[in-house]
């Protein structure tokens, strides 16, 4: 698996937890490695303008879409989730890897909520849980969300959040402030997450547990 290295990710945390529960993860910013990997892990914190201005200078951005093409499982994190977005709105409009159609919107500070002032950026832990439409029924048996608890504590640090186009692909929902948001989404070989999985402690790394097992199919 190659770890993206685009100079906005917490790398070394997740190539720990890839380490951790038996994935083999090389960090890499070379397009060709990336291009040609079993899988990609796609990090990030910061702003999306940067981001995807950095990807496209190292010609990452291609190499993930290459991989993808390929059919290689594509794991989006906080910002890189973002990124695998069509559009984001962060600091004006940026195009993203348009791997789900939808948008990256922001959360609104200041605004009232329940307990008075909106802070953003959102840090802190936030449970996540299935949509409405699928609480009857465990969506995410056999999925990188196997075997956690519906409302299970993921830890978060974002300003912004995604909107996809088509709601299907949401596979959990969190709140801040009285805003529901998508956490994290699947689309065939692509998943993405909100919040850090590395950084929330052993259910955190019971997905990268079920992420070995989604990658090795």
Not at 39 to 67: H, N, Y
Not at 171 to 197: A, D
Request: with cysteine; charged share 20%.
């Amino acid at each position: 698996m190659a770890i993206v290295d685009f100079g906005l990710g917490n790398l070394f945390s997740v190539k720990q937890a890839c380490q951790k529960t038996g994935i083999a993860a090389a960090v890499t910013s070379d397009p060709e490695e990336v291009a040609t990997a079993t899988a990609v892990i796609l990090p990030g914190v910061g702003a999306f303008g940067d981001a995807m201005q950095t990807l496209k200078m190292r010609s990452l951005d291609q190499a993930v879409l290459e991989a993808h093409r390929l059919g290689k499982p594509i794991v989006g994190i906080c910002l890189g989730m973002q990124l695998l977005m069509s559009t984001s709105h962060e600091f004006g409009k940026h195009d993203g890897l348009g791997l789900i159609e939808g948008d990256v919107v922001p959360f609104q500070p200041g605004r009232e909520s329940s307990n008075g002032r909106l802070k953003v950026p959102h840090i802190g832990w936030e449970p996540i849980c299935r949509p409405v439409e699928h609480t009857s029924s465990d969506t995410w048996a056999g999925g990188p969300l196997a075997g956690l608890r519906n409302g299970e504590y993921m830890y978060f640090v974002h300003s912004f959040y995604v909107k996809p186009s088509d709601v299907s692909v949401v596979t959990s929902i969190s709140s801040y402030g009285g805003t529901e948001f998508c956490s994290s989404l699947r689309k065939g070989r692509v998943v993405g997450f909100q919040f850090h999985p590395e950084r929330s402690g052993p259910e955190g790394l019971r997905i990268y547990e079920n992420l070995a097992r989604f990658i090795s199919k």
